[in-house]
């Protein structure tokens, strides 16, 4: 597993097909489009934060873990949401938690992590 990480439009998807040219733009999921199903058999994902949102509450405790067995050679690619202001709303609140926690349980399993910011990656493990 490999993710790509940055705030919102900082180049995260441009660095990733980049970096991973033998995945065909055909075989980037769309997180506000990808279903269940596509995540668990997809090459690789951008907007991962958005398929979170998507995704019913109760199952979002059990992604991590499903996606780490499923597919474990998945390119994430998702924006930090956890910096800047803190939502009004409970349940954006909520989804902002839940993202972190998705994500940081990835980062631990992943043979690489990246953090882009400007367009320039910095490589933050492995």
């Keep these: 597993m490999k993710m790509i990480i940055g705030g919102a439009y900082q180049g995260q998807l441009a660095w990733a097909k980049a970096h991973f040219p033998e ?52 390119v994430l690619v998702s924006d930090e949401i956890g910096y800047g202001l803190v ?3 409970a349940a954006d609140r909520c989804y902002r938690e839940q993202v972190g926690r998705i994500c940081t349980e990835l980062a ?19």
């Design 23 to 74: 995945i065909a733009d055909k075989d980037w999921m769309n997180g506000k489009e990808c279903k269940e199903t596509d995540i668990f058999t997809c090459k690789a994902i951008y907007g991962f934060h958005e398929y979170i949102r998507n995704v019913k509450e109760e199952q979002r405790a059990v992604l991590a873990d499903k996606l780490i067995h499923q597919n474990p050679g998945i």
């Design 87 to 89: 939502p009004i709303d």
């Design 108 to 126: 631990a399993f992943s043979d690489e992590v990246v953090r882009v910011v400007m367009g320039i990656g910095t490589k933050i493990k492995g």
